[in-house]
C-alpha cells in the first residue's frame, strides 16, 4: 500500500500562532513515531505511539508541543505558540515491530517567523 | 547525548572509489540499523543487523557490527554520484521501543 504520508509538505507561520502537522502512516502498522530535525543535525525524538498503550512523551521539548493518535492511526502534532526555535523539519514514521524498520514520511518543514 | 555517533560528519570522494562510515554507541543495544535521507527530507531504511551478528551485506552495501567496541561501520562499494546522502545510525538502546539516531554522516560522490 501506500508509504506514510505528511501534510502539509511546508507550513510558514507567524511567531506565537499555533501549528498542526498531520501523519497518515501506513495501514497495519502499530507504532508511530514523531521526530524533529534542525538544519543540518540528527533526528530528535519527540514522541513514540504503540498501539494502544500510553505514548511515550519523553521527548517533547516543552508543554507547548502535544500530539495525539486517533483510532490507531492518524496523528497530529500540535504546537502552540510557535516560536522561531520550532522551526524545523518534522518527520513522522511507522513501524510494524517496533523497534525495528521503521518508514518515514516526506516531512513538514516548518519556519515560524 | 546521542546514543548513536556517526564518524567522520562530512566525506567527499571520487565516483567509484569506496566510501567507509563509522558509528559509536554507548549501552547495549539488540540491533543497530542504517538509514539514508536525501535533501533533508524522509530517512530510507537501508539494513539491520541484529546484535548477534557480525556482518551483513545488501547489494553494494556492506555493515559490520562489534559489540565489543560498540561500533559499526557503514562500507558503500563502487560508490556512485546518486550515492550522495547524509547516513544515519540508528540503535534500539537496549531494546527500547524507540530507536536513537546519530548525527549522520554527509557524503558526497564528486563525478
Known amino acids: 500500500g501506500a508509504g506514510v504520508s505528511q501534510s502539509p509538505s511546508n507550513k510558514v507561520t507567524e511567531k506565537g500562532k499555533d501549528v498542526e502537522l498531520r501523519c497518515d502512516p501506513i495501514?497495519?502498522?502499530?507504532?508511530l513515531y514523531w521526530y524533529r530535525q534542525s538544519l543540518g543535525q540528527g533526528l530528535e525524538f519527540l514522541i513514540y505511539?504503540?498501539?494502544?498503550?500510553?505514548?511515550?512523551k519523553s521527548g517533547l521539548p516543552s508543554d507547548r508541543f502535544s500530539a495525539e493518535r486517533t483510532g490507531g492511526s492518524v496523528s497530529t502534532l500540535t504546537i502552540q505558540r510557535t516560536q522561531q526555535e520550532d522551526s524545523a523539519v518534522y518527520l513522522c514514521?511507522?513501524?510494524?515491530?517496533?523497534?525495528?524498520?521503521?518508514?518515514f514520511g516526506p516531512g513538514t518543514r516548518l519556519l515560524v517567523l | 547525548s546521542q546514543q548513536g555517533e556517526e564518524d567522520p560528519q562530512a566525506l567527499s570522494i571520487q565516483e567509484g572509489e569506496n566510501a567507509t562510515m563509522n558509528c559509536s554507541y554507548k549501552?547495549?543495544?539488540?540491533?543497530l540499523q542504517w538509514y539514508r535521507q536525501n535533501s533533508g527530507r524522509g530517512l530510507v531504511h537501508l539494513i539491520l543487523?541484529?546484535?548477534?551478528?557480525r556482518e551483513k551485506h545488501s547489494g553494494r552495501l556492506r555493515v559490520t557490527l562489534d559489540t565489543s567496541k560498540k561500533s559499526s561501520s557503514l562500507l558503500i562499494t563502487a560508490s556512485r554520484a546518486a550515492d550522495t546522502a547524509s547516513y544515519f545510525c540508528?540503535?534500539?538502546?537496549?531494546?527500547?521501543?524507540?530507536?536513537?539516531f546519530g548525527q549522520g554522516t554527509r557524503l558526497t560522490i564528486n563525478p
Open positions: 495501514s497495519g502498522h502499530t507504532a
Open positions: 549501552t547495549s543495544i539488540n540491533n
Open positions: 543487523i541484529r546484535s548477534n551478528e
Open positions: 505511539f504503540q498501539g494502544n498503550s500510553a505514548p511515550d
Open positions: 540508528a540503535t534500539d538502546k537496549g531494546g527500547a521501543q524507540k530507536l536513537v
Open positions: 514514521a511507522s513501524s510494524q515491530h517496533p523497534p525495528e524498520t521503521q518508514y
